[in-house]
């Protein structure tokens, strides 16, 4: 395909391009033309604008900057032509992704074009998810009736695990979403190694002194045994690296 090059640097923190600004907001607008037929006679009012519509824009692009991880795609001669956004970072652990083509892209580009930037859009997404956030799963959200994303998002691995509905603000309508799930390939090749003979997980677990802090919440978190171990008595676990689940999963481990 044709050279398109990533930041793939953090936008966090910094001044999102003025073009994209611009081609985001000229977007997001025609989406309230469309849709916001009952207040199409506000729209000549003073200020409504920048009043009603410019500074929620200006509100969301902020926390793009400060709340999220943003990639751009660009290529020399056409510019900015996408980003990804990277939502409710927990660094280890999950995030939330989504990718947005600026229209002048999305409107000029051919079908096989359109489909080979959005393919690397979301290849590099999840090089960048694994190996610089260190994620240990991504989730995606996707209107029911977005075929190609849901189709992208399947090809790269997805999985569908539930949906949801939200009423649109403007339009008052409600959209039924997909929700989907991608958990790094590196961890499911740890569980998979954890698999027993009646196709149960055994996970490993290493014990440490009462005054170290517990980590809740990992999936990788041990088990005890509740009802034969009286409670002053059990152990606290702490996380388990990468490198000891794998350890563990290959047999390598010392045996004691």
Same mark, same amino acid.
């Given at each position: 395909?044709?050279?398109?090059?990533? %930041?793939?640097?953090?936008?966090?923190?910094?001044?999102?391009?003025?073009?994209?600004?611009? !081609? +985001?907001?000229?977007?997001?607008?025609?989406?309230?033309?469309? /849709?916001?037929?009952? $207040?199409?006679?506000?729209?000549?009012?003073?200020?409504? $604008?920048?009043?009603?519509?410019? $500074?929620?824009?200006?509100? /969301?692009?902020?926390?793009?900057?400060? @709340?999220?991880? &943003?990639?751009?795609?660009?290529?020399?001669?056409?510019?900015?032509?996408?980003?990804?956004?990277?939502?409710?970072?927990?660094?280890?652990?999950?995030?939330?992704?989504?990718?947005?083509?600026?229209?002048?892209?999305?409107?000029?580009?051919?079908?096989?074009?359109?489909?080979?930037?959005?393919?690397?859009?979301?290849?590099?997404?999840?090089?960048?998810?694994?190996?610089?956030?260190?994620?240990? !799963?991504? &989730?995606?959200?996707?209107?029911? %009736?977005?075929?190609?994303? $849901?189709?992208?998002?399947?090809?790269?691995?997805?999985? =569908?695990?539930?949906?949801?509905? +939200?009423?649109?603000?403007?339009?008052?309508?409600?959209?039924?979403?997909?929700? +989907?799930?991608?958990?790094?390939? &590196? /961890?499911?090749?740890?569980?998979?190694?954890?698999?027993?003979?009646?196709?149960?997980?055994?996970?490993?677990?290493?014990?440490?002194?009462?005054?170290?802090?517990?980590?809740?919440?990992?999936?990788?978190?041990?088990? %005890?045994?509740?009802?034969? &171990?009286?409670?002053?008595?059990?152990?606290?676990? =702490?996380?388990?690296?990468?490198?000891?689940?794998?350890?563990?999963?290959?047999? @390598?481990?010392?045996?004691?």
């Amino acid at each position: 395909m044709d050279p398109t090059t990533w %930041i793939a640097s953090s936008l966090k923190g910094k001044q999102l391009p003025a073009n994209l600004q611009e !081609k +985001y907001f000229k977007d997001r607008y025609d989406l309230l033309a469309k /849709y916001a037929d009952h $207040i199409v006679d506000m729209l000549s009012e003073p200020n409504f $604008i920048d009043d009603m519509f410019r $500074i929620p824009v200006a509100d /969301y692009l902020k926390y793009l900057v400060l @709340s999220c991880e &943003t990639l751009l795609v660009q290529d020399d001669q056409e510019g900015v032509m996408g980003a990804a956004v990277f939502s409710d970072v927990l660094p280890g652990r999950h995030a939330e992704f989504g990718g947005y083509i600026v229209p002048a892209f999305r409107e000029g580009a051919s079908i096989p074009r359109l489909r080979a930037v959005r393919k690397a859009m979301h290849e590099d997404v999840l090089d960048y998810a694994w190996n610089d956030l260190k994620l240990v !799963k991504l &989730t995606s959200r996707v209107a029911k %009736i977005n075929k190609s994303a $849901i189709r992208l998002l399947e090809n790269l691995g997805f999985r =569908r695990v539930g949906e949801l509905r +939200y009423e649109m603000q403007l339009s008052g309508s409600l959209v039924d979403m997909f929700l +989907y799930e991608l958990i790094n390939p &590196t /961890y499911t090749e740890i569980l998979n190694g954890f698999r027993t003979k009646n196709n149960r997980t055994k996970l490993p677990a290493v014990a440490v002194q009462h005054d170290e802090p517990v980590k809740s919440g990992h999936q990788f978190a041990s088990r %005890i045994d509740t009802e034969r &171990t009286p409670s002053d008595e059990r152990p606290r676990y =702490r996380q388990v690296s990468v490198e000891e689940q794998l350890a563990f999963a290959d047999g @390598s481990e010392d045996d004691e």
